[in-house]
């Protein structure tokens, strides 16, 4: 089967280069413009006999607009799959990249290591490994719950694909930054008998002609 991984569009928490989790905030204009040309990619998809069953979205409300966008361009239906969460970045949710400098030298210390798999986020959040985990009992179930010939579409967020993607692709997830992730992009994978294979990565073409995020600056 197929599992096509859609990251949500654009807010103005991606936009003012925030850190995200699970501050719960809509999609802008451009988020929105966004959703509608992964809508669209996706709709192609379908009339060239792609069978897109259904759609699983994240809880919150970015990624259910950007789920909704997809709904209607495909006319299967959305379900709701609470794994697909953003990791719980605890304390550190909405802050500037200055802000998580001055606040947390130690935790941005560690999570730059080698040990950033299993580094919990201040204040009581989850480490990569935990999302990784509850992740994965997702695609477990969308394999167990349709046929191999079946694809669907999970709508879900930056840290949830890098994990997933990490596994797949047997990368130790202190590796995770060694690829991207842009918002509204779409990464493919199949499940080939025994065998997991990431057939897209990080899919932006669709986006052709829009703005961009701004470029990332990591908090050192």
């Not at 991606?14 to 699970?22: Q, Y």
């Not at 560690?110 to 798999?117: D, P, V």
Request: proline share 5%; glycine share 8%; hydrophobic share 40%.
């Amino acid at each position: 089967m197929r599992i096509i991984l859609v990251r949500h569009g654009e807010t103005a928490s991606n936009r003012e280069r925030l850190a995200l989790g699970r501050n719960d905030v809509a999609l802008n204009e451009l988020g929105r413009q966004q959703a509608a040309r992964v809508a669209g990619s996706l709709a192609r998809d379908a009339a060239r006999g792609l069978a897109i069953e259904a759609i699983y979205t994240s809880p919150l409300l970015r990624t259910r607009q950007t789920a909704e966008a997809i709904e209607a361009a495909l006319g299967c239906p959305t379900l709701e799959a609470p794994d697909l969460i953003e990791m719980d970045v605890g304390a550190t949710d909405g802050l500037t990249g200055s802000e998580l400098r001055e606040r947390y030298p130690s935790f941005l210390r560690e999570w730059w290591s080698e040990g950033a798999a299993e580094s919990k986020m201040p204040g009581g959040g989850e480490s990569l490994a935990d999302v990784q985990a509850r992740a994965w009992t997702v695609v477990e179930r969308l394999q167990a719950e349709h046929p191999p010939e079946a694809a669907v579409v999970a709508v879900t967020h930056n840290f949830v694909i890098r994990t997933l993607v990490c596994r797949i692709l047997g990368v130790d997830l202190a590796g995770f930054r060694r690829f991207e992730q842009d918002l509204a992009s779409i990464t493919r994978i199949e499940f080939r008998g025994n065998r997991s294979v990431v057939t897209a990565l990080n899919e932006t073409c669709h986006l052709a002609g829009l703005d961009t995020e701004p470029p990332y600056r990591h908090p050192r």
